[in-house]
């Protein structure tokens, strides 16, 4: 395994690795192997209690809630450091191979829990930052043993960065917590929210899913639940994974572009709908009525709604230019249509669109637009409409 080591303090360090091990015992688990409590991230390989072998590679890091000056009172908060704070950009490691999962997490030792983050998207990551979360979701950690949460964060500059989904748990929840990353890798962050609230039910996906054999060998069927929950067919699936590049790393995402494509595809007046190769690039071209090409940006809605119950978007990218904070922010001429999936919020792989021209600009970044995006008037669920009022 090729990935960046880091000497650390054996002392600091041990009751971060002794807080693992014992997780993992309470879960039922028998350790194989596992590094040194001297060099991080830590690697640890064991046995669960329905016989699979597992591999994790945990950047762990020590959780607190001491009083910081100009600081919620309430705050909690890991610091995610390993030697010195050098303001470079280190890798958080993905195992290609997919068999060690990666986590990155926080742990407060007092009270017992531990607060994963998004490896994927803290990935690469500077040393120092810190991971900021509240008493109320500690409070929920202890009363639930699992939970999530939304985390918005500014950037120094005042720009709104993506918001993240944070989940916590006590230590009979960490193997459920190492299946969960397992599952969630790259997933956007309103999949990711749904994962984390669907866990006991969605047992197939986090459970090892049946290697697929050589050809010469009968090919083992899907489970019909994780089928059923992307309502595609067996071959439509694998179908999928094959022609998808990044498939493995975002696959709601690309299965909420299949249901578009093949949704506009029954349409009459559309007469092409294909999807767009390249990453930066809008998901799909499309014409109406042999028109000109228009072009749409498919984007999953968040799980959690606004206090009216109105569905939305963190329209944003994921990185942004080191020269240029704003470059994470969509400009209005990338596309002429957004396509919000309400799969997220309603389990139902359908769409509302609204015009590129009618969302609302970034209120710092000029020539931007917003990434605070509502799914309410000027959006409608009947795309014939939307792209009648783009070509007109």
Not at 276 to 285: A, H, I, Q, S, T
Request: hydrophobic share 35%.
């Amino acid at each position: 395994m090729i990935y960046k080591r880091y000497s650390v303090s054996r002392r600091q360090k041990q009751p971060l690795l002794d807080f693992i091990l014992s997780s993992l015992a309470t879960c039922g688990c028998t350790i194989l192997r596992r590094s040194s409590p001297d060099e991080a991230p830590f690697r640890i390989t064991f046995e669960a209690p329905d016989g699979e072998r597992m591999g994790i590679l945990a950047y762990a890091f020590l959780a607190n809630s001491k009083q910081t000056r100009n600081r919620p009172p309430d705050e909690h908060r890991f610091q995610v450091k390993y030697g010195a704070n050098d303001k470079q950009l280190h890798e958080i490691w993905q195992d290609p191979f997919e068999l060690y999962t990666t986590l990155f997490f926080g742990v407060d030792l007092d009270t017992r829990i531990f607060v994963g983050a998004d490896p994927s998207l803290h990935n690469p990551t500077r040393f120092f930052i810190s991971i900021e979360f509240k008493k109320v979701h500690v409070s929920e950690i202890l009363k639930k043993k699992w939970t999530s949460w939304e985390r918005e964060k500014r950037s120094r500059e005042g720009l709104d960065e993506p918001i993240e989904i944070l989940v916590g748990g006590l230590p009979e929840s960490f193997l459920n917590y190492v299946r969960f990353e397992r599952a969630a890798k790259g997933l956007d962050q309103g999949h990711r929210a749904l994962l984390a609230d669907k866990m006991a039910e969605l047992k197939s996906v986090l459970l090892p899913q049946p290697l697929m054999l050589h050809s010469d060998y009968p090919q083992p069927l899907l489970s019909h639940t994780v089928a059923e929950e992307l309502g595609l067919s067996s071959d439509e699936i694998l179908d999928l994974i094959q022609s998808a590049p990044r498939l493995k790393m975002a696959v709601r995402g690309w299965v909420a572009e299949v249901h578009l494509q093949r949704y506009l595809l029954t349409l009459q007046d559309v007469t092409q709908c294909v999807p767009v190769k390249g990453d930066g690039r809008p998901d799909l071209e499309v014409r109406y009525r042999g028109g000109r090409p228009l072009y749409i940006e498919c984007k999953n809605v968040l799980r959690k709604v606004y206090a009216d119950g109105v569905p939305r978007i963190d329209f944003q990218k994921t990185r942004a230019s080191m020269s240029d904070p704003c470059s994470r922010y969509y400009r209005p001429g990338e596309f002429d249509i957004l396509a919000a999936c309400l799969h997220p919020c309603t389990e139902r792989w359908e769409f509302v669109f609204t015009l590129t021209k009618e969302l609302a600009p970034h209120p710092k970044c000029e020539g931007r637009l917003s990434n605070k995006v509502r799914i309410g008037g000027g959006w409608s669920s009947d795309p014939l409409l939307v792209l009648s009022k783009a070509v007109s």
